[in-house]
């Protein structure tokens, strides 16, 4: 998977799709700053999933970001989207390639290089490491450090994507080291201070 190295983020949508949405995406991605986009959603029926999906999947394309689907599989072959991450408890990565083909299908690996390496071996198109601070959007199981970033990029070429609450101040400690990706969600939809797309412009 090639990647662009001024493209590092990696957007996880909100948890709930609110009224401006839609064009608080667009002009986020109007900016070029972003490679990926995961939806998210995880109380939504499989209609409203399939009604929200179909509006992000045009939107990523006209801007040339892939467009992935958190967790569920079958939801990704039904919008033919760009391909799925799954966690470690969904489908393995061999049935789910038998499901979407040549997609993209990436892997959470928590805090393990030992995950990493059955996540490369399997065919993953990326490894996610995380948490690598405490999050608002998800409870912290897992803490992650710099040593494993470093480590797995030693071990493979697999693209790496970081996340857990990463924000304007700690995300370039990530790039430097050695993540190729910032996992996103937060900051951007959650942030008090800031609206999303001022508070992605300070992802320089």
């Known amino acids: 998977m090639k990647f662009n190295k001024n493209k590092f983020i990696y957007i996880v949508s909100p948890l709930k799709i609110y009224k401006s949405f839609f064009s608080?995406?667009?002009?986020?991605?109007?900016?070029n700053k972003v490679s990926f986009f995961?939806?998210?959603l995880k109380k939504k029926s499989l209609k409203?999933?399939?009604?929200?999906?179909?509006?992000?999947?045009?939107?990523?394309?006209k801007f040339n970001v892939k467009f992935l689907i958190n967790d569920d599989v079958y939801l990704a072959k039904q919008l033919d989207a760009d391909g799925c991450h799954l966690g470690q408890k969904d489908m393995n990565i061999s049935d789910a390639r038998k499901l979407i083909g040549n997609k993209i299908i990436g892997i959470t690996c928590h805090n393990s290089i030992k995950l990493a390496k059955i996540g490369?071996?399997?065919g993953a198109d990326y490894l996610a490491f995380g948490?690598?601070?405490s999050s608002k959007t998800k409870k912290t199981k897992f803490k992650a450090s710099f040593n494993l970033l470093k480590t797995a990029s030693k071990i493979t070429?697999?693209?790496?994507v970081a996340i857990g609450?990463?924000?304007?101040k700690n995300y370039k400690k990530l790039l430097l080291n050695k993540a190729?990706?910032?996992a996103i969600s937060g900051y951007i939809w959650k942030n008090k201070k800031l609206k999303p797309i001022e508070a992605i412009k300070k992802l320089k």
């Not at 608080?24 to 991605?29: M, P």
């Not at 609450?165 to 304007?168: F, L, Q, R, T």
Request: net charge positive; glycine share 4%; hydrophobic share 45%.
């Open 165 to 168: 609450g990463i924000n304007s």
């Open 131 to 133: 948490a690598f601070n």
């Open 157 to 160: 070429k697999t693209p790496i």
């Open 48 to 61: 409203e999933k399939l009604i929200i999906g179909k509006k992000i999947k045009r939107i990523c394309k």
């Open 120 to 122: 490369i071996k399997n």
């Open 24 to 31: 608080d995406l667009i002009n986020i991605l109007k900016l």
């Open 180 to 182: 190729n990706f910032l």
């Open 38 to 40: 995961q939806l998210r």
